[in-house]
């Protein structure tokens, strides 16, 4: 998790920090690979590319064994700039080479929780997220989970009755394999020129996001106050990441990657209740959200 404050660091702190973590959406291209005929990419580059100066950041995404110090070399040869690799085959070269390795799609960047409080933390937001998820919608978008919930619901209490045991085995592995993801909770307001940036699980607002600020994370974004600034969810590329925000008013929105700046959102979520999330086909779908 990181915090900064634009525009206060320089009057809060007597002495200039030698360095300071932002949260910034940048861009690149990926590019990806099915051969490692170095021949046939070279072939491709020349009829892709109109010039050797583009100083593109690309991100190499490889299906096959790639001699990734050889490739790299190419990639800089026709005015590409690698900066890293999608994780899979090319990992332990990657970090022989100082690369970076990102996460493939739709994978969480994982965190090693500091302590049992945390996890105790986890199990209440998750628990708290399947309630959600059960809970009919007031909205265009339709609910069909009453009867598959009903019938779920049952199911599970007769699990219970049944085997008492096989349930505290089940809730320990739940709790091991959440072990690797942190949610933050943040209590104090965003104001205009702060970033937080949180990456290895939920990031969880109890206050305002100002005009001006932004809250990122590669999971859910939750905002309990009002939600003006940018705020970002999925962003290493999760698209099951969605956003919650209890006064919807944003500057830019995203989830995985695809946005939607303030003055394209549709007119009825402005100031409501509203969940966001992006559905492949149908880019981000905006719900309003049921108080009642």
């Excluded at 940048?26 to 099915?34: A, G």
């Amino acid at each position: 998790m990181t915090i900064s404050d634009n525009n206060q660091q320089a009057l809060d702190s007597p002495e200039i920090p030698a360095l300071a973590f932002y949260g910034k959406m940048l861009t690149f291209s990926r590019l990806q690979f099915s051969t490692d005929d170095f021949a046939a990419i070279a072939s491709q580059l020349e009829s892709t590319l109109s010039n050797k100066n583009s100083n593109i950041p690309v991100l190499i995404d490889s299906e096959v064994e790639q001699d990734l110090a050889a490739l790299v070399e190419l990639l800089w040869s026709w005015g590409l700039q690698p900066i890293g690799v999608v994780t899979g085959l090319l990992d332990k070269q990657a970090r022989q080479l100082r690369l970076a390795i990102f996460p493939a799609d739709g994978k969480r960047i994982e965190r090693i929780l500091p302590s049992k409080k945390a996890t105790t933390q986890l199990s209440q937001v998750a628990a708290s997220k399947d309630s959600a998820q059960t809970t009919p919608a007031n909205d265009s978008v339709s609910s069909t989970t009453d009867n598959s919930g009903s019938a779920v619901n049952s199911q599970a209490a007769a699990t219970t009755e049944v085997n008492a045991t096989t349930e505290t085995t089940l809730t320990a592995e739940t709790l091991i394999s959440a072990e690797h993801i942190t949610s933050l909770i943040y209590d104090q307001m965003l104001r205009s020129g702060q970033s937080l940036n949180h990456v290895g699980g939920d990031l969880i607002l109890t206050n305002s996001v100002n005009s001006g600020a932004e809250a990122i994370t590669d999971n859910n974004l939750h905002v309990y106050g009002r939600a003006q600034g940018r705020l970002v969810a999925g962003a290493t590329g999760d698209k099951d990441a969605r956003i919650f925000c209890q006064v919807f008013n944003p500057s830019l929105v995203s989830v995985a990657g695809t946005y939607c700046l303030r003055d394209n959102l549709p007119e009825h979520v402005i100031d409501k209740s509203v969940e966001v999330r992006y559905l492949e086909g149908q880019g981000l779908v905006f719900t309003v959200m049921d108080n009642a």
